[in-house]
């Protein structure tokens, strides 16, 4: 059964940055592919960006190009989300999920999710 542990959220101003954190147990964490979702208060989960298992290809959602960076270690068993410039619509509740196939943007199509970490960004 694969764990996922997700922590780095905060309360933070507008300009200023967060690095989220995914620590996975069990499973093969460097065949996942990693995708960082966000849900913010009445909206829908939204895809935010993803990494692949092996080759560490990256895809984002645009309103965070430029701005956000996905990674991993797999060596650690964990992936980040560095979040700079951050915006007040940044604001959600973050959270990372797995799959053994490459990217969905799709949160239906994701096995392993963790609890999640609140995103609040001052004006």
């Known amino acids: 059964q694969v764990q996922l542990v997700e922590s780095g959220g905060g309360l933070v101003q507008a300009g200023g940055s967060l690095r989220l954190s995914c620590a996975a147990s069990?499973?093969?964490?460097?065949?996942?592919?990693i995708t960082w979702f966000r849900q913010a208060p009445g909206k829908e989960r939204e895809f935010v960006a993803t990494?692949?298992?092996?080759?560490?290809?990256?895809l984002y959602t645009d309103s965070v190009k430029g701005r956000f960076s996905i990674s991993r270690d797999n060596t650690k068993n964990t992936a980040f989300l560095q979040m700079n410039s951050l915006k007040p619509e940044d604001t959600a509740v973050y959270s990372c999920?797995?799959?053994?196939?490459?990217?969905?943007?799709?949160?239906?199509?994701?096995?392993?999710w963790g609890q999640g970490t609140q995103v609040t960004v001052s004006s």
């Open positions: 999920a797995a799959r053994n196939m490459w990217s969905a943007s799709n949160p239906k199509e994701y096995d392993y």
């Open positions: 069990g499973g093969t964490f460097s065949s996942f592919t």
């Open positions: 990494i692949s298992g092996r080759s560490g290809t990256m």
